[in-house]
C-alpha cells in the first residue's frame, strides 16, 4: 500500500489543522493505521493510532484530548484532527500502515509501510 500525507502548514497556537492519509489499494480495511511525528533533532514518536475497522484507538498522552483520529475505509483515508495547537507540536507528522486486526499499533518499528510526512508548524 502506498501512504500520502497531507493538510499540514502553519498556524498560530490555539489553532487547529486537519491531517489526511490516502492510501492505494482496495484492502485499506486490513491494515491498522497511525500518526507519528518527528521534531528536529528528535527521534520519531508515536501520536494516535486506530485499529483496522476503528474499533479501537489509542494516543499519546501529549495530545490526549487534543488530537482526534478517524478513519474513512470506503476513501482509503485516515485523518487526524488537531485542536488546540502548542508550539511543541511542531513536527513532520508521518502516517503509516500495517496489515493487522482489531489491533492498535503503537510503535514505528511494527509499522510496515509510511507516507512522505506533512510538515506542521505551531507558531506562538
Known amino acids: 500500500v502506498q501512504l500520502q500525507a497531507s493538510g499540514g502548514g502553519l498556524v498560530q497556537a490555539g489553532g487547529s489543522l486537519r491531517l489526511s492519509c490516502a492510501a492505494s489499494?482496495?484492502?485499506?480495511?486490513?491494515?491498522?493505521m497511525g500518526w507519528f511525528r518527528q521534531a528536529p533533532g528528535k527521534e520519531r514518536e508515536f501520536v494516535a493510532a486506530?485499529?483496522?475497522?476503528?474499533?479501537?484507538?489509542i494516543y499519546a498522552d501529549s495530545v490526549k484530548g487534543r488530537f482526534t483520529v478517524s478513519r474513512d475505509n470506503a476513501k482509503n483515508t485516515v485523518y487526524l484532527q488537531m485542536n488546540s495547537l502548542k508550539p511543541e507540536d511542531t513536527a513532520l507528522y508521518y502516517c503509516?500502515?500495517?496489515?493487522?486486526?482489531?489491533?492498535?499499533?503503537?510503535?514505528?518499528?511494527?509499522?510496515?509501510?509510511w507516507g512522505q510526512g506533512t510538515q506542521v508548524t505551531v507558531s506562538s
Open positions: 486506530i485499529s483496522n475497522i476503528g474499533v479501537s484507538i
Open positions: 489499494g482496495r484492502t485499506f480495511s486490513s491494515y491498522a
Open positions: 503509516a500502515g500495517k496489515q493487522s486486526f482489531a489491533r492498535v499499533v503503537a510503535t514505528v518499528s511494527e509499522y510496515d509501510y
